[in-house]
């Protein structure tokens, strides 16, 4: 692609981004139901995006953005080839999870139905986090704020390769999964 022709497509990509939290909210009207600040901060090797608790000031890696006060929630977007389910992956997975009665239901049906070997999982990706990724936190932090919401993510938010699925989660969780996608988005 010429160079101009990439530059347009910067441009478009750059205001197509802003509108995302629409786009999500429009795809799944649960998140209508919440006053959640939106910032499109365009940084490489950044990660997709970050979700800021409503008491959370950030790391010094990532401080919370000025435009999310404290007491309100914020989801910050790094990548523009963030989709509107990676956004409502997050804001289920750190909030949802304890402010919807039905998501948090949801959530503690999948933290009871793991079974050892991915309990085993959850600790190799642990590990793997320590030694690439300098993580620091004790396993039972990690597991409570990283480990378990994002496997909550994998399937129910298309974060994992199908094929990693069949064998990542058990069909009945999968099923229940796909029983919560049905209700973010408001299917009956």
């Known amino acids: 692609m010429p160079v101009e022709d990439q530059d347009i497509m910067n441009l478009v990509s750059q205001e197509r ?7 999500a909210k429009k795809e799944y009207p649960i998140l209508d139901q919440y006053d959640i600040g939106y910032k499109y901060s365009p940084k490489q090797d950044s990660g997709y995006l970050e979700f800021f608790p409503a008491d959370e000031p950030g790391s010094p890696e990532r401080p919370r953005p000025k435009e999310f006060p404290m007491g309100k929630i914020g989801v910050e977007v790094y990548d523009p080839k963030t989709r509107p389910i990676d956004m409502l992956g997050d804001i289920t997975s750190h909030y949802l999870i304890y402010e919807d009665p039905q998501v948090k239901q949801y959530y503690d049906q999948f933290q009871n139905s793991l079974n050892i070997g991915q309990y085993d999982r959850l600790r190799n990706q642990y590990q793997f986090a320590q030694q690439n990724y300098g993580e620091q936190r004790p396993y039972e932090d990690w597991y409570e704020r990283t480990g378990l919401p994002g496997y909550f993510r994998g399937y129910a938010f298309q974060q994992w390769p199908e094929d990693f699925n069949e064998t990542a989660y ?17 299917v009956k």
């Open 17 to 23: 981004d802003p509108m995302l939290l629409e786009a």
């Open 170 to 186: 058990t069909p009945e969780q999968r099923a229940m999964f796909d029983k919560m996608i049905g209700y973010l988005k408001g």
